[in-house]
């Protein structure tokens, strides 16, 4: 305790340049933050073991389809425009092929001697659509910024669709939607703040010094190589809902202490104590349970847990460091913008709990039950293009594939090249009749029964075959990732490993339902982890079995009774807002604390809780509602529902 004394007055000592360095260091955090890579791939955090996802490194490597886009061209177009048009995609860097119909007829193939999958696949309802295959992958940087490229070629008489497309809408729109998140949360938390703290200046001085963490920790992120853009789009906004309580408990410790100690650097350096002292077991616990998120399989977890996990530690650094130093140099400021406190002692509230825990206890037993079967019965959604707005220009293209070509989804199947024509010919055709699939697409298929190899361009025939491998491109009516999808991927698999035992799937498809299997039993084992990660820990914090379990009981109470909200109104949430976070481990673990250091202080249990709470339930209820105002506000304002969804159940 001495030590973390002289931790305190060293940081009042030295506020002035404590306050320097930390402005010096955001030039290097702005930096980082500007060369950070954002990835757009949710399908590129499956492991690398997974054999669709080997499946899509051949398709990168050894096809140069590291992804695709279908641009939907009007038949009114001239075919000497489309031509010219074609040559400029191909000048594009990250553009591998661009095929049309005139590079499938070529100059010797009439029209009529295509089979009539072929005939249908290339005109459809005064359309035709024109395939752009990119070398790189679905999400690379490269490849979405070929799609603005793309874009601004065929202009706004074409239509760009495919999951690449999808992508780089989800950029463009999160690059307009994230300033306004951070400036939503501010005002929302500077609102709150003014009402419950007693100064208009404390909720600047707050914001402002975890505005500061905030950069800091988005600025490391340079380290990680890359963060996806779920990640960047919520970390700012959790950051701020888990590291606000820390602020908060520090300047109502200072408070506290300049009434009983009248000197104002002394009454700092005991709150930096006892602030440090209570939050070392909360954060570490916040810390521990976003690491859990580490085990998943999807590493879309890791992304998430150890930005999180950094910036709670960044956070609670920056809370008994620079924080004080600007509540110290800004002290004048405060006294003079004092008013009086709107908030309530909640003293009837406090004798309420106290004097009828009983009665608490029958209810939670009571609504245990319900919540429980509630969160057993959330509905999840995992295909995120469903969480877009109609009017993002790749909803619009990919629904009019959807109309008229009937193309919903596709799946690839890469065989050996060797495998016989008959062979592949009974293989497709028991694809063919299976419900849900709608075409197929091969060199067997392009061939027919009129067309010769030899007729075929060389850049067609390179897209269906190598040396290795040939290609099958289905086409399914089903979503992706929904059951139906699911099952249709499994009978399709069954079918060509009859026929071939080395045969991979890939594709979006296939790649969803992998991240359907993968997801759910990844979230399934990281709530397991961190709740098991979390008791160890509180068990050394408060060197009792007890306890542990009591916080367990009530933190997972907690998070099942949010869950099942969504399960009794039935709304279905996208898949990774499932992700249970919870934040509120804080508020229990600092309000245990001192209901245990008043036992120590010989208070009897009735006394030792009622104080318990009269000193932290200011604190607890200012911090949740600036949590509340901050994800309230982004999921009001988002138009990508998956981040809404994420900010609601937070």
């Not at 037993?365 to 019965?377: C, D, E, K, M």
């Not at 877009?388 to 008229?404: C, H, I, M, R």
């Not at 982890?529 to 916080?551: E, Q, R």
């Amino acid at each position: 305790m001495i030590k973390v004394q002289k931790f305190g007055e060293f940081i009042v000592n030295h506020r002035r340049l404590i306050i320097i360095i930390c402005l010096l260091l955001l030039i290097p955090s702005i930096i980082g933050i500007k060369a950070t890579k954002i990835n757009y791939d949710i399908l590129s955090y499956l492991p690398d073991t997974v054999d669709t996802v080997k499946g899509q490194n051949i398709l990168t490597d050894e096809f140069g389809v590291g992804s695709y886009s279908i641009v939907i061209i009007d038949n009114k177009m001239k075919d000497k425009d489309i031509l010219k048009m074609e040559d400029k995609i191909k000048e594009i860097d990250a553009v591998d092929k661009v095929i049309s119909k005139s590079d499938i007829l070529g100059t010797s193939i009439p029209e009529e001697m295509l089979p009539d999958d072929v005939k249908e696949a290339i005109n459809k309802d005064g359309t035709t659509p024109i395939l752009v295959t990119f070398k790189t992958g679905m999400a690379a940087g490269e490849t979405l910024d070929a799609i603005d490229d793309l874009r601004d070629i065929v202009g706004d008489s074409c239509k760009v669709s495919g999951i690449s497309a999808t992508s780089d809408d989800i950029r463009i729109l999160l690059d307009q939607e994230m300033s306004v998140y951070v400036v939503v949360a501010s005002i929302f938390c500077i609102i709150v703040l003014m009402i419950a703290l007693d100064s208009y200046g404390v909720p600047l001085i707050i914001l402002g010094g975890i505005g500061i963490a905030i950069l800091y920790n988005m600025g490391t992120n340079i380290v990680l190589g890359q963060i996806s853009y779920i990640t960047k789009a919520i970390a700012t906004v959790l950051q701020l809902g888990v590291t606000m309580d820390f602020s908060i408990f520090l300047y109502h410790s200072y408070q506290r202490q300049k009434e009983i100690l009248g000197d104002k650097n002394k009454a700092m350096a005991t709150a930096i104590k006892e602030t440090l002292v209570s939050i070392v077991g909360s954060s570490t616990t916040t810390i521990a349970g976003f690491l859990a998120l580490c085990t998943m399989s999807l590493t879309l977890g890791t992304d998430i847990g150890l930005v999180m996990a950094k910036g709670v530690l960044i956070g609670v650094i920056t809370t008994v460091t620079l924080l004080p130093s600007l509540l110290l140099a800004f002290d004048k400021v405060i006294e003079k913008t004092k008013h009086k406190e709107l908030l309530p002692e909640f003293k009837k509230f406090t004798n309420f709990i106290v004097n009828h825990y009983k009665a608490m206890i029958v209810v939670f037993l009571l609504l245990l039950a319900p919540a429980i079967y509630g969160n057993n019965n959330v509905k999840v959604y995992y295909n995120l293009n469903k969480s877009l707005p109609d009017t993002l220009q790749s909803v619009s293209a990919n629904k009019e594939l959807q109309e008229k070509f009937n193309m919903v989804s596709t799946q690839m199947v890469l065989v050996n090249k060797d495998m016989k024509a008959d062979t592949a010919k009974q293989m497709i055709n028991e694809i063919k009749d299976l419900d849900g699939v709608d075409g197929v697409i091969g060199l067997q298929e392009l061939l027919g029964d009129n067309i010769s190899k030899e007729m075929i361009p060389d850049d067609i025939l390179s897209i269906f075959e190598n040396d290795k491998y040939q290609l099958l491109i289905i086409n399914s009516t089903y979503e992706n990732a929904t059951d139906e999808s699911n099952a249709l991927i499994q009978k399709v698999n069954e079918i060509v490993s009859k026929y071939d035992e080395n045969a991979i799937m890939a594709g979006e498809g296939p790649l969803m339902n992998d991240l359907v299997k993968i997801a759910d039993h990844d979230f399934n084992s990281v709530n397991v982890t961190s709740a098991v990660v979390i008791f160890v820990i509180m068990i050394f914090v408060f060197k009792s079995i007890s306890l542990p379990v009591i916080l367990i009981a009530v933190i997972e109470f907690a998070i099942f009774a949010n869950m099942s909200f969504t399960s009794y109104f039935g709304t279905v949430i996208p898949f990774i807002a499932s992700i249970q976070l919870g934040a509120t481990v804080d508020y229990a673990i600092l309000m245990t604390n001192k209901y245990v250091q008043n036992r120590k202080d010989g208070l009897v249990p009735k006394e030792a809780m009622r104080l318990s709470l009269q000193d932290s339930i200011k604190s607890v209820i200012v911090s949740a509602f600036c949590f509340f105002a901050a994800t309230c506000g982004v999921s009001l304002f988002s138009n990508i529902e998956m981040i809404g969804s994420i900010c609601t159940l937070i």
